[in-house]
Each structure stands twice: as structure tokens, then as C-alpha cells.
């Protein structure tokens, strides 16, 4: 079975400039999640999608990042314009099923994640 | 609001120790917690997931146990091996699919 596919693997880009970084999950996943880890911290949830609708992107700089999930399966994640402190690995993950599902264990799978380095 | 602390922060043995890693957590009313190991560069890998209703689950030398009433979490690694070197990181989820991280332990196995 194939896992989460993610691309790029690696960017550096210059302060103001955009990015765009793409994400398959595993197939038939329904629930599809973008984290943003900071060297040294753990992974922060920036938006979760339950098929093509979002359920939370509370911390989510919708100022300058932006997310979507147009045909439920694929998704893009989006920084217009960068910042210094917008570097970080990106990390996309996907689940199984609904979320109020009783046979969904809820067990996260993850890419191999996007490193983005701005100067 | 959830939160989730991980001590130590980071850990150095001796090959072949056990070892235990301690993960705690505010709220109680969780879903599930999963335990990940990241290598760096890389991402995050599953390594066991406890359900709520479960006190723990073991995988090879690798056993983790959940107590919600407390808020506590402990993954406990058996004969510790240099390939064991990693960040492991505890991550609960709080219904509604929405899980929150650590910050993770950082192991160092000495050979």
C-alpha cells in the first residue's frame, strides 16, 4: 500500500516570494491534515480536511497561507508571501474514515515531509 | 485546552538499557493517543496507538501504556540499540480527529 506522498522535499526560496508544496494521501484516507514543525517543537496542526471540506483551520495564517482539497483526494498548501519565521518541515498527514466513525482508530499516517527554508 | 508535555526533553543510554519515555496530558477525555518515532530529516512513523478504552499495546520490545484518569502516558523500550536513536514524540487525539504533539523526547543510544 502506498504511503503519504509529498513534493517538494526540500525548497529555499527568498522572503516575499511563494511557495507551494503538494500532498497525495494514502488511498480512500478521507481525513487529510497539514502540520507545521519548528526545529525543536513538535508538529502544529495549520488545517485538517474532512474530504474536500475543511473542519479546522483555526491556526492557520490565513493571511499569507492558504489550503485546499478540491476533489477530496490531493491537496496543496500555499505561502503568498513567505516569512523568515515561516521556516520549517511541513508535514501531511491522513487518516481513515469520519470523523464521528466508531471503526476508525483515528491512527495518523505521515509523508516524508516538505523542508522549507526562507532567507 | 489540551496540552501535551513529554519529559525529558532528551535522553543518552547505554546500549541495552530499558529505558522509558513519559508523555502527560491535560484533559482526559481523549480518543486515542499514538506514540511516533521521527529520524531527522525524515517524518513522523506510527509506532503503537492505544484507544481510550485500552491500557496498553506492544509492539517487539517496544510497550506503551495509557492511564487517563492521571493523564499519563509511558513508552518503555526494552535491551535499547543505537538504532533506537531518535525523537520519539506522544500525540493525542482529542475527538474530532484533532491531535495534538509534543515536543518530543530526543534518544541517544551509545554503542
Known amino acids: 500500500e502506498a504511503g503519504v506522498a509529498q513534493s517538494p522535499r526540500y525548497k529555499i526560496i527568498e522572503k516575499r516570494q511563494s511557495v507551494a508544496f503538494w500532498c497525495n494521501p494514502i488511498?480512500?484516507?478521507?481525513?487529510l491534515y497539514w502540520y507545521q514543525q519548528i526545529l525543536g517543537q513538535g508538529p502544529k496542526l495549520l488545517i485538517q480536511f474532512q474530504n474536500n471540506g475543511v473542519v479546522d483551520d483555526s491556526q492557520l495564517p490565513k493571511d499569507r497561507f492558504s489550503a485546499e482539497r478540491l476533489k477530496g483526494v490531493d491537496s496543496t498548501l500555499k505561502i503568498q508571501p513567505a516569512k523568515l519565521e515561516d521556516s520549517a518541515v511541513y508535514l501531511c498527514?491522513?487518516?481513515?474514515?469520519?470523523?464521528?466513525?466508531?471503526?476508525?482508530?483515528?491512527?495518523?499516517?505521515f509523508g516524508e515531509g516538505s523542508r522549507l527554508t526562507v532567507l | 485546552k489540551q496540552e501535551v508535555t513529554q519529559i525529558p526533553a532528551a535522553l543518552s543510554v547505554p546500549e541495552g538499557e530499558n529505558l522509558v519515555l513519559n508523555c502527560s496530558f491535560t484533559?482526559?477525555?481523549?480518543?486515542?493517543l499514538q506514540w511516533f518515532r521521527q529520524d531527522p530529516g525524515k517524518g513522523l512513523t506510527s509506532l503503537l496507538l492505544?484507544?481510550?478504552?485500552?491500557r496498553e499495546q506492544t509492539s517487539g520490545r517496544l510497550n506503551a501504556s495509557l492511564d487517563k484518569s492521571s493523564g499519563r502516558s509511558t513508552l518503555y523500550i526494552a535491551a535499547s540499540q543505537p538504532g533506537d536513536s531518535a525523537t520519539y514524540l506522544c500525540a493525542v487525539n482529542t475527538g474530532g480527529f484533532k491531535t495534538i504533539f509534543g515536543a518530543g523526547t530526543r534518544l541517544f543510544v551509545k554503542a
Open positions: 488511498s480512500g484516507h478521507a481525513t
Open positions: 484533559d482526559s477525555a481523549i480518543y486515542n
Open positions: 492505544i484507544q481510550s478504552s485500552q
Open positions: 498527514a491522513s487518516s481513515l474514515g469520519t470523523i464521528r466513525g466508531t471503526t476508525n482508530t483515528g491512527e495518523l499516517f
